[in-house]
């Protein structure tokens, strides 16, 4: 880390070997019908790695922020008799550019970006591979009168898979209005709207053996929310900032 530029790298790695894991070894008859039993195998390890890179950019008053997450797994299981090698990653890159000026607005501008990817030695044919999208835009900017409005739009991709052809991609939008109030401004009173457009779901997919699974489940969708903060510190806002 250079605090002069403000330039950080930061960057972290683990690997995780387990001997005689529990494993499932299927048998699946012509009905489709699935027996499962738990069986002690070798062969599963898990890597995970990550790195982080911010860079200030003075003159503009901007930072751009990078990151690169990546995890690949192997596991072995057993269908009808066979051995099964199980062979996953997942890797991520985000970049996140954001713009703060004092006293009047803050906005930032992030992607990310996730490609998933699994193979299995019994289907070898058979590989599994798609991309999650996220966008989000975020903006916060001071008013008159001690208030602040702030915005944020998140925008998902979720790529089809042959499995799974559900149009899932969303558009989440955040809105709110905070004012504060008194001498020192430790009383703050803000409303919000939480997911504007009502397009929220929960959803989850995961890829593993020879199976491909997606869950789709009810999460809160739009609400309001009225919130009431009242700061019991005899420092003023002001001075707050000043001491940070």
Excluded: C
């Amino acid at each position: 880390y250079k605090p002069i530029t403000g330039t950080s790298l930061w960057s972290n790695a683990s690997f995780t070997h387990t001997y005689d894991a529990f494993a499932t070894s299927d048998y699946v008859d012509t009905s489709g019908r699935r027996v499962h039993q738990t069986v002690n195998t070798d062969g599963n390890w898990s890597f995970h790695g990550a790195v982080y890179h911010n860079v200030q950019l003075k003159k503009m008053k901007m930072g751009l922020h990078n990151s690169l997450n990546t995890s690949l797994f192997r596991s072995v299981n057993f269908v009808n008799g066979l051995a099964n090698v199980n062979n996953s990653q997942s890797t991520t890159y985000g970049l996140d550019l954001s713009k703060d000026v004092e006293d009047k607005y803050f906005i930032s501008v992030e992607g990310n970006w996730t490609y998933n990817r699994s193979t299995t030695s019994i289907r070898p044919d058979v590989v599994t591979q798609y991309w999650l999208q996220e966008y989000q835009l975020y903006m916060q900017y001071s008013l008159p009168f001690n208030m602040n409005i702030e915005a944020d739009v998140t925008y998902n991709v979720r790529q089809k898979t042959a499995e799974f052809n559900n149009n899932l991609n969303t558009t989440i939008v955040n809105v709110g209005l905070e004012r504060a109030f008194g001498k020192k401004e430790n009383l703050e009173i803000g409303f919000y709207i939480r997911d504007l457009l009502n397009e929220n779901i929960g959803f989850s997919r995961t890829a593993n053996s020879n199976f491909i699974n997606e869950n789709i489940h009810t999460v809160l969708r739009r609400y309001f929310m009225l919130k009431v903060t009242y700061s019991f510190n005899s420092v003023g806002r002001d001075k707050k900032e000043e001491a940070k």
